[in-house]
């Protein structure tokens, strides 16, 4: 089974290949299918599919620890879901299992800031149709489309008050991360050093003040999605 081998030499992953288009492309139309169909969601009961999906996701992310104990990358320094993606994989799968407004209020922005940009530009090394390539993509299209699902069929809406919720969440994070970083000379959630491929860190200054320069850009960045997403009454 070579797409679940630990090679990545038939399977190298190139940022914007066909396949990186077509994960691409397949964001924009699933986003666009949610908003132009919302209203004919809105009349079902989707409870059993959103019970499915968070098990799906629970188990694709399961089965991707599996699968990095078998071929012997797993380590502390890496694999502890500690990333912004990580976390909102686990936000995401609450949302669905709880339908909690709290988990949908920090989601949103995770999602639709951290997921988005991991899907631009991936820290990936595999292919498809390699499980890597599966596992990275199904995870972070269902991140953004739960929470656009809960804001356009459901009708969750942020508000001000859930920028600030956000930014408490991830400032007592912070610290905690920093913490582990050096306890496992880890580089969880770029708080070391910029990854080596091409990201958006690199606009962003040179460490440590790329990580100022990250709070400031979530800020605004925020601000920015409660304005398009809050309901249109709100002030």
């Known amino acids: 089974m070579e797409w679940f081998s630990g090679s990545s030499q038939n399977y190298t992953f190139v940022m914007f290949s066909v396949s990186h288009f077509i994960m691409i492309a397949l964001l924009f139309i699933g986003s666009l299918f949610l908003f132009l169909l919302k209203e004919r969601l809105k009349c079902k009961d989707w409870r059993r599919i959103e019970i499915g999906v968070a098990l799906s996701l629970l188990i694709i992310e399961v089965v991707y620890h599996l699968w990095m104990i078998k071929i012997g990358i797993w380590h502390i320094s890496h694999a502890l879901p500690l990333e912004l993606c990580s976390i909102s994989l686990i936000l995401a799968i609450l949302l669905l299992w709880t339908r ?136």
């Open 100 to 235: 909690k407004v709290f988990i949908y209020e920090l989601l949103l922005f995770t999602a639709l800031l951290g997921a988005s940009q991991a899907i631009f530009t991936p820290l990936l090394h595999f292919d498809f149709p390699h499980f890597r390539f599966v596992h990275f993509f199904y995870t972070h299209l269902m991140m953004i489309w739960v929470a656009l699902y809960f804001t356009w069929v459901k009708g969750y809406r942020p508000t001000i008050w859930s920028v600030l919720k956000l930014l408490i969440f991830l400032n007592i994070l912070l610290p905690i991360i920093m913490a582990i970083n050096k306890l496992v000379t880890g580089n969880y959630m770029f708080l070391n050093h910029k990854p080596k491929t091409g990201s958006l860190l690199d606009f962003l200054g040179p460490y440590p003040i790329y990580i100022f320069s990250m709070e400031g850009l979530l800020i605004v960045l925020s601000l920015v999605i409660w304005i398009i997403f809050r309901k249109k009454n709100q002030v």
